[in-house]
C-alpha cells in the first residue's frame, strides 16, 4: 500500500477540481482519479443547454480543463468502474474484480438520474452520451414531452423550445422549481415558459406511456414525440454498500467533508454536510462542486486544528431563454417572499426570501448584479428590514480607480 496516495473516485467536476487543488496547495505525491465514463472530465451544465441544440455534435463536450493533464501527474483512469470499497484495508474493487490500494480517499462519484416506471425506455439526461442519444431523438421532432419541473427539466424544455419544437412540460408539484425557488418564484417559472410557448401542466402525475405519447392522472394524452424523465437524481453511492461508510441519501460527513471512515472525505453531488439551520444538506449545484473540492483538498493536507468548514451562502442559477434566474441561500418553500426591486411580470426582479425577520435567501431573475450585492446579508442571516432599508442594490457597485 501506498500510505501517501490519495485517491479520487469520480471524474467530474468535483473529482477534477480536488485534484488540481491540492496540487496547487503543493501535494506532489501520488494522485489517482478514476472515472466511469470513457471521456476525459466535462462541464455538465451546458449538456441541458447549448450542447443539446447546437448544430455541431457535442463529441468531447465542453472539457473542464484547457491545460495539459499531464502537467498535474495524474494517474487517471476512464472507463473505469469501481464496485467495491474495503475501508480496513483501504482498497477500493474495480469492474472485473481488481483491487487499488489508497492512502486516502476522496469519495467524488456524484449523482445518476432517476427513473420512472411509468416511463419506461424515456430519455434522460446525466452524461454526455445521454445528450447525444436525447440530440438525435429531438433532430426532426415536432413535440417533446419532458416529466419534470425542476431545473433540469425547465432548462431543456426551454432549449427544445428555443430550438422551435413544441414542448409540453409536466410538473408534479403545483409550480415548476417550487422546491427551489418556492411557489412565488416557481409561479414566475410557469409563466416565462408559457410566454414561450411551452404548454406547463403542472399538479399531473405520469399515469403511462406508449408510442412516444404519454397520458397522464387525468385522462389526457399528450403528443407524440420524444419523451425526457427529469425527475430527479439519486447519490452513486451503490460501491459503497457494506464498506462501513456512513450512507443517507448520499455520503454523510462532518463540516469539514470527512466521511465515517478513516481517512474518507467526499465532495460533490454525493456528499451530505450538516448546515445550521437544515440539519444536513446535500446540494446539487455547480459551485457547491466546486466549493467542496476546494475544502476538501485543504482539509487533506491540514493539521486537524487547521481543518476548515463551509463559508458562505450556497448559489445556483439556470439559463433558461434569455433569462439568467440566479439563488442565494437555501429558502424554504414557506419562507415570507419580498419583492425588492424590479417586476416579477417582466421576469426581471430581486426577490428576498425571509423567516420570522431574518434573511434566508435571495432569488433574480435577470438581475445579476443586485443578487450579488446581497450576497454577505443572506450569508450572515441579516435582518429582512435592514436589508430592505439598506437597498444595496440601487446602489452602483465600487469600481477600482484607473490609474
Not at 490500494?101 to 427513473?115: E, F, K, P, Q, S
Amino acid at each position: 500500500m501506498e500510505a501517501g496516495r490519495i485517491m479520487i473516485v469520480g471524474a467530474v467536476l468535483g473529482g477534477l477540481r480536488t485534484a488540481e487543488r491540492l496540487r496547487r496547495l503543493g501535494y506532489d505525491g501520488p494522485l489517482t482519479l478514476i472515472g466511469a465514463e470513457a471521456h476525459e472530465p466535462y462541464d455538465r451544465p451546458p449538456l441541458s443547454k447549448s450542447l443539446l441544440v447546437q448544430e455541431d455534435d457535442p463529441e468531447r463536450g465542453v472539457p473542464l480543463r484547457t491545460a495539459p493533464y499531464a502537467d498535474l501527474a495524474l494517474d487517471m483512469r476512464l472507463g473505469v468502474r469501481v464496485t467495491g470499497l474495503d475501508t480496513a484495508r483501504k482498497t477500493v474493487v474495480l469492474d472485473g474484480g481488481r483491487t487499488l490500494d489508497y492512502g486516502r480517499l476522496v469519495i467524488a462519484t456524484g449523482l445518476r438520474a432517476r427513473t420512472l416506471p411509468a416511463l419506461a425506455g424515456a430519455h434522460v439526461l446525466r452524461s454526455l452520451d445521454d445528450c447525444m442519444a436525447l440530440r438525435a431523438g429531438m433532430r426532426g421532432a415536432r413535440h417533446v414531452t419532458v416529466v419534470g419541473g425542476g431545473v433540469l427539466g425547465c432548462e431543456i424544455a426551454a432549449a427544445a423550445r428555443a430550438g422551435g419544437t413544441e414542448v409540453t412540460l409536466v410538473e408534479l408539484l403545483d409550480r415548476p422549481m417550487a422546491q427551489a425557488l418556492g411557489p412565488h418564484a416557481g409561479e414566475v417559472v410557469a409563466a416565462l415558459h408559457r410566454d414561450r410557448g411551452v404548454v406547463v401542466r403542472c399538479g399531473r402525475r405520469v399515469a403511462g406511456a406508449a408510442g412516444g405519447r404519454v397520458r397522464l392522472d387525468d385522462g389526457s394524452v399528450l403528443p407524440p414525440g420524444p419523451v425526457v424523465a427529469a425527475v430527479g437524481a439519486v447519490p452513486d453511492t451503490g460501491w459503497l454498500d457494506g464498506s462501513g461508510v456512513r450512507l443517507a441519501d448520499g455520503v454523510v460527513c462532518d463540516r469539514t467533508g470527512r466521511t465515517s471512515a478513516p481517512d474518507a472525505w467526499a465532495v460533490g453531488d454525493v456528499a451530505r454536510i450538516p448546515d445550521p439551520r437544515h440539519g444536513t444538506v446535500r446540494l446539487e449545484h455547480w459551485t457547491n462542486a466546486a466549493d467542496t473540492a476546494a475544502l476538501v483538498a485543504h482539509n487533506l493536507l491540514a493539521p486537524p486544528g487547521e481543518r476548515r468548514e463551509p463559508a458562505g451562502a450556497p448559489y445556483f442559477w439556470s439559463d433558461q431563454y434569455d433569462v439568467k434566474i440566479q439563488c442565494l441561500g437555501l429558502p424554504r418553500p414557506d419562507d415570507d417572499f419580498t419583492i425588492a426591486a424590479g417586476d416579477p411580470g417582466e421576469f426581471r426582479f430581486l426577490g428576498l426570501y425571509s423567516d420570522r425577520g431574518t434573511v434566508t435567501g435571495a432569488v433574480a431573475f435577470g438581475m445579476p448584479g443586485p443578487l450579488a450585492r446581497c450576497r454577505a446579508a443572506v450569508a450572515a442571516g441579516a435582518s429582512v428590514t435592514d436589508l430592505l432599508s439598506s437597498a444595496p442594490w440601487n446602489r452602483a457597485p465600487v469600481r477600482p480607480a484607473v490609474r
